[in-house]
């Protein structure tokens, strides 16, 4: 398994260049994956303290998992095998990318599944809501503010696995609609796990993660996340050109706190994404230019123009 020939480099040429064209090959080839990514799983878990040298072995592991999904694709398209087998390898290395950060192993992945649910054999599924969610996000974010290509996908993804009126779809075009008018207030309150149409994110805190569920919410959790850390950069932008002073005061009156922390997108429950204090925050941006303390007056900030 570890030597076997690509077939987009073998042209059948190499010993054993068609043997991935081979559908019990593919299968045992998906389970020698599965082995390196249960690898990575163990050895690489995530970790604040991790060292330079980790994370370079880390990252490497990493690609080598998704190179090899890639040579698995390549079997499956040039023996044009079409069930569930091929679905979930598609939507695996889908999930991998998106966590894995890797934007191209993404780009050739979902093109690939809008086009299965176009197939007559593809039965509407709720399973399949997940994967239309990493792909649309994805999508939002990389864009980003554009939406463009994101509008056309969702316009493309037959009603029957999107349903009109269904949770998923109604927050994804909320979400997007709330983009668009920068309404960062709203796109906070959205983006927290009660307002996510996902499962519980409790499943996603044990490692190793295996199954294709778990996968696709901590994908969905990531891009989310992603997307979040976006908006607050275009937030701030808007904020340091509206305004010539921040009051960051405990003032029940004025609230303006909370509606700081808000609109930054400061406070989140997404596993994995840590709360940032509002003051650390501030000092942070203090350091790069951005704000200075008004003197004589606590919790008061000078906003610097952005040039």
Known sequence: ????????????????????????????????????LDDIWAKYPRSPTESETQTRQHIDAQEN???????????????KRVDQFTLEVYETSLYLAVLFDSPRHITPIIPALMTYFHLPSTEP??????????????????????????????????????????????????????IRARNYSKIDKLTQIAALPVGDATTLTALPQRSNREL??????????SLR???????????????????????????????LERS?????????????????????????GHVRRKDGIEGRWIVCKPR
């Open 216 to 225: 696709s919410r901590k994908a969905v959790y990531h891009l989310v996340s």
């Open 264 to 288: 930054l997108g400061l406070v989140s429950d997404i596993p994995a994404e840590c709360h940032i204090d509002l003051d650390e925050w501030l000092d942070r941006e203090s350091n790069l």
């Open 229 to 259: 850390n976006k908006t607050r950069e275009m937030a701030w932008t808007v904020m340091r050109s509206a305004y010539r002073e921040l009051s960051c005061q405990l003032d029940p009156q004025l609230n303006t706190r909370a509606w």
């Open 1 to 36: 398994m570890e030597h076997i020939a690509s077939v987009s480099r073998s042209s059948g040429l190499e010993k054993d260049g068609d043997a991935l064209k081979n559908f019990d090959v593919q299968d045992e080839y998906r389970g020698f994956i599965q082995e390196k």
């Open 65 to 79: 998992v998704l190179i090899l999904f890639r040579k698995l694709r390549e079997g499956i398209i040039s023996s």
């Open 125 to 178: 599924d709720g399973d399949y809501v997940e994967t239309l969610l990493v792909c649309l996000l994805y999508q939002l974010l990389t864009a980003y503010p554009s939406q463009r290509e994101f509008r056309a996908s969702l316009a493309s993804v037959p009603t029957a696995f999107f349903v009109d009126g269904s949770l998923a779809r109604v927050w994804i075009t909320s979400l997007a609609g709330c």
